[in-house]
């Protein structure tokens, strides 16, 4: 327990020093893996801790992102109550349709929240009025030296450490151990007395409103939000970051997002052809890593 | 009465209706060609092919090859229907004998990311091969053309479709509801530890029947590239009304991948009537409000 404090907090003081001698290209990257970070955290609390995968969960990212893309370009509100909107309105669309989600189980669960997902996604790409059709929304505005990418990068780092430790802090409390336990053994759970689908649905609430937030980070960072990150394919993402780390560990999906932002980044810069090298290595980890890269090291260090 | 009438104003047009009742048709008989092959797959595998989509977009490719730009004559036409077939049936047997079938006893996501991975392949791969630029391919002279069904004029290969479809769809109900094989793919599917058991190569069935729709993902494929734009992005839209398809009809359920194309096709005909600005929606409202209702389908059976 100390030395993971103790870790963490170092992680966090390595972090504040990060910036000063990179250029602004790599400050970008750093804030998009913190993003990510907190977005595959969120989205494994339902994967990791409480087994549901979710084929949608770029619903509530999008939306996160949507939500301050049209306070802010749109309807003139201020950036602060914008981003305090978002995670809200995530959540809130979680709230109501985790009521339906967190009925099914298995492939029935993820395929509903796959439908939600295109809902949302049709909605929003041909609402052009409101959310900019397939253009999405640009020119965000983030006034004075918050503004700058290092403003940026500061605020990022505050609000996904603060939200990283309040996850932890959930992740180990009487309810994360419920969801952990309604994983493992549906008819035990219930027999003890876990109220097992509110237990799931207050995960999906959860984890969606921090996805919410890490959408909004996203349209800070780059100003602009994509119709793509509501897409099916966006919902990959978070798998992909979430089975990379490994599942079962607090820390997993951190790692897995920091692993998944610098091949993109370092692929991106290398060939047109990204998308293949990484559907290629996605399918090479999967079949020769099934414990992810930190059960992968664990188990050769055992 | 009279808002409804005002509001819809096609529902006092037969002319209208009977069109779009044969565009419905000829749209769901395509997606049933992809969805029962998704739907098969999942039946036996408990497999989500998100892959499924680019299975029928590199068919779309493939009769580009065989076709070019220039008008083919009728051989031409069939020889390329068989290509994209034949061609992707091995390409499915080849995914699934070097990667698919190592994950079979792999947790959901696993399986979920390898289909996935070969979306992210298969869209560069195009890219690579056939180049950015949008491709189509024009259809033999000697059917573009329209017909006289009911008194409305349609385009001959709209009906061509949907005979194609429905031949297609009753050589598959013939194979796996009247021979020898589809009795072990309908067991394997029921129980695949106790057809091993049994002596049967249960192995082979797993990789035939991806096989097999991944061949029908590229036939639909085929049919489909003379009536659109063939590019890098056709298999994403294809893979998501697939799978409203299948969650509609039942996962897992042939009659059912049939039942829920022909309501989607149906759907999506007089959606766009009624509601050209948000068409698009009406197939995922369906599949939404379906599996909150009925999650195992309209013909699925409970698990």
Known sequence: ?302 | MDALFAALPWLTNPTVIIRQVMAGLANGMLLFLVASGLSLIFGLSRVINFGHGALFMIGAYLAYSVVGTNSPDLVTFIAMLFAATIGLFVVGVAFEMAILRRIYNSPQAFQLLVTFGLVLIAGDAVRLIWGPAEKSIPLPPIIDDVIQLFGVTFPLYRALLIAIGAAVCLALWWLLYRTHWGVLVRAATADREMLRALGVNVRRIYTVIFGVGAALAGLAGALMAPIVSIGPGLHADVLTEAFVVVAIGGLGSFPGALVGALLVGQANAFGILSFPQMSIVVPFVLMAVVLILRPRGLMGHIE
């Open chain 1, 1 to 302: 327990m100390i030395r993971t404090v103790a870790g963490a907090v170092l992680l966090v003081a390595v972090l504040a020093c990060a910036p000063l001698p990179l250029s602004d290209f790599w400050i970008f990257v750093l804030v998009q893996m913190m993003d990510y970070a907190l977005y595959a955290v969120a989205f494994n609390l339902l994967l990791g801790y409480g087994g549901m995968l979710a084929f949608g969960f770029a619903t509530f990212f999008g939306l996160g992102a949507y939500t301050l893309g049209i306070l802010q370009v749109r309807l003139g509100f201020d950036v602060v109550p914008a981003v305090l909107a978002a995670p809200l309105v995530a959540s809130l669309f979680a709230a109501v349709i985790g009521y339906f989600c967190v009925r099914l189980s298995g492939i029935y669960f993820g395929m509903l929240t796959f439908a939600f997902q295109m809902l949302a996604y049709a909605v929003f790409i041909k609402s052009y009025d409101l959310a900019g059709g397939d253009d999405g929304l640009h020119g965000l505005v983030v006034p004075g030296i918050v503004g700058t990418p290092r403003g940026i990068y500061y605020v990022s780092l505050a609000i996904v450490a603060l939200c990283l430790w309040v996850l932890a802090r959930i992740g180990s409390s009487p309810f994360g151990l419920a969801l952990r336990a309604q994983r493992s053994n549906v008819n035990k759970s219930l027999a003890i007395g876990i109220n097992v689908k509110l237990e799931k649905w207050l995960a999906f609430v959860i984890a969606s409103f921090f996805a919410g937030v890490s959408g909004a980070l996203s349209g800070l960072a780059t100003q602009s939000v994509f119709p793509d990150w509501l897409d099916w394919r966006a919902s990959a993402v978070p798998i992909v970051m979430a089975i990379l780390g490994g599942t079962q560990r607090f820390i997993g999906p951190v790692i897995g997002a920091c692993v998944y932002v610098v091949l993109q980044t370092v692929i991106t810069g290398m060939t047109e052809y990204w998308s293949m090298i990484m559907g290629v290595l996605i399918i090479g980890i999967v079949v020769l890593m099934p414990n992810g890269i930190v059960g992968f090291f664990r188990l050769r260090h055992e």
